[in-house]
């Protein structure tokens, strides 16, 4: 089921958001050589605490961190682990925040110390594969306005989205109707009503789409070991348009 927010449940949520944003600012010094992702999961998990805020990620179907990070050829849902990270690993640090009984949820790509051509190119075509997405997000379009935007772009770049994970509704829990997928066709779909608050969050690769799961049953990594990398914002469906509320900046 759909649920419609208010423009005062909006506000809250605005100010969930405002938490996680603040939070991945801090992980833009936090992130360099030497570091785990196990690290990353201890700073993220204190910051969210010391704002007064819970990590909703903990016990959702049954998941037992605050983050997912997901390294180089890792789709989504990557545990945190006491691997060293190095440079030119990409890692993806997605994470949900409940504050004061309203959601939020966003993703973020990092690159560890030293870049290459490659991860700057995959990086910079996933954020803005985003936020054209994002420019779809009108009162009156359809969900497939929003995929055929995205991956119209990512494809003239010879880049590919991932098919099998997409983005959702959020409020009151994490994962609500409708689905957003980040493919499609435009003028089909599902009609955006004011009031609706989605996540999308592209999911794009090097080489194929396809993926593959680990033994462990959350990670999805890319099938033939390119890599992946995701942004994620929250955002609602308003008259002026769509208001991001877990913007950074």
Request: glycine fraction near 10%; hydrophobic fraction near 35%; proline fraction near 4%.
């Amino acid at each position: 089921m759909i649920t419609l927010k208010s423009p005062r449940e909006i506000e809250m949520m605005a100010d969930s958001g405002e938490v996680l944003a603040s939070v991945h600012r801090g992980l833009r010094d936090f992130i360099k050589p030497g570091i785990t992702s196990w690290d990353i999961e201890l700073f993220v998990h204190n910051m969210i605490k010391e704002k007064n805020a819970v990590a909703a990620q903990i016990g959702f179907e049954g998941y037992k961190y605050a983050t997912c990070c997901s390294v180089n050829d890792e789709i989504c849902h990557g545990f945190p682990r006491k691997e060293v990270l190095k440079d030119n690993d990409l890692i993806k640090v997605d994470m949900c925040v409940e504050y004061k009984g309203a959601m939020s949820d966003s993703c973020w790509a990092y690159v560890v110390g030293k870049s290459t051509p490659e991860i700057d190119h995959l990086m910079e075509v996933t954020k803005k594969a985003l936020y054209l997405g994002i420019e779809q997000a009108q009162e009156g379009n359809r969900i497939g306005d929003i995929g055929h935007a995205i991956q119209t772009y990512v494809e003239s770049e010879n880049l590919s989205v991932v098919r099998d994970f997409i983005g959702h509704g959020i409020g009151p829990t994490i994962h609500e109707a409708p689905q957003v997928p980040h493919y499609g066709e435009k003028g089909k779909g599902l009609r955006l009503k004011q009031g609706m608050v989605i996540t999308i969050e592209p999911m794009v690769n090097t080489g194929t789409w396809q993926m593959k799961m680990d033994n462990n049953g959350w990670t999805a990594r890319t099938q033939d070991g390119g890599l992946s990398c995701q942004y994620e914002h929250t955002l609602a469906i308003t008259k002026e348009g769509p208001k991001i509320l877990t913007l950074q900046d």
